[in-house]
C-alpha cells in the first residue's frame, strides 16, 4: 500500500489544521492506521492511531483533547484534526499503517510508511 500525506503548512499558534493521509494500491480496510512526527532535530515520535474499523482510537497523553484521528475507509484516507496548535507541534506529521491488533507506538511496528507533511506552528 502506499500512503501520501497532506494538509501541512504554516500556521499561527491557536490555529486549527487537518492532515490527510491517502492510500492507494491494496485494500486499505485490514490496516491500523498511525500518525507519528518527527521535529528538527528530534527522534520520531508516535502521535495517535485509529483501529481497522475507525471505532476506536489511542492517543499519547501530550495531544489528548487537541489532536482527533478518524478514518474513511470507503475513500480509503485517515484524517489527522489538529486543534489549539502549539509552536511545539511543528514537526513533519507521517502516517503509517500496520497489521494486527492492539496498540503500538513504535515506528517498527508499522510497516508501510508515507512521505510526511511538514506543520510549522510560529508564535
Do not use: H, M
Not at 485494500?27 to 532535530?41: N, S
Not at 520520531?44 to 483533547?65: C, H, L, M, P, W
Not at 496498540?103 to 508501510?112: I, N
Amino acid at each position: 500500500v502506499q500512503l501520501q500525506a497532506s494538509g501541512g503548512g504554516l500556521v499561527q499558534a491557536g490555529d486549527s489544521l487537518r492532515l490527510s493521509c491517502a492510500a492507494s494500491g491494496r485494500t486499505f480496510g485490514p490496516y491500523a492506521v498511525g500518525w507519528f512526527r518527527q521535529a528538527p532535530g528530534k527522534e520520531r515520535e508516535f502521535v495517535a492511531a485509529i483501529n481497522r474499523s475507525g471505532g476506536s482510537t489511542y492517543y499519547t497523553d501530550s495531544v489528548k483533547g487537541r489532536f482527533t484521528i478518524s478514518r474513511d475507509n470507503a475513500e480509503k484516507k485517515v484524517y489527522l484534526q489538529i486543534d489549539s496548535l502549539k509552536t511545539e507541534d511543528t514537526a513533519v506529521y507521517y502516517c503509517a499503517v500496520r497489521w494486527g491488533v492492539g496498540w503500538a507506538t513504535k515506528p517498527s511496528d508499522y510497516a508501510y510508511w508515507g512521505q510526511g507533511t511538514l506543520v510549522t506552528v510560529s508564535s
